[in-house]
């Protein structure tokens, strides 16, 4: 298991297209991977679950890859999240 705390530098955070978007990054992996912001986790394969942590910009959240990829899983997806405008 993997855990990496990153910051959202998107303008409009992980909300509505961009979560999707993270959604189908995260798809190619065949880890189990969450996001965790402060006491609450969810799932990074819910858009619901995404979407109901409110990741805003700015916000610190953190990355959990547990599986076969877990370290290129975790490097790709807060390399999306670093990216300060996700078309």
Do not use: C, P
């Amino acid at each position: 298991m993997i855990k990496k705390e990153v910051i959202i530098k998107n303008d409009s955070g992980l909300e509505s297209k961009h979560a999707a978007l993270f959604i189908q990054k995260e798809s190619n992996y065949k880890s189990s991977i969450w996001v965790e912001k402060d006491e609450r986790r969810a799932n990074a394969k819910s858009l619901l679950g995404l979407l109901s942590l409110g990741l805003g910009n700015g916000t610190k959240v953190m990355l959990i890859a547990d599986g076969e990829d877990e370290e290129i899983a975790i490097k790709e997806l807060e390399q999306y999240i670093n990216m300060e405008n996700v078309n």
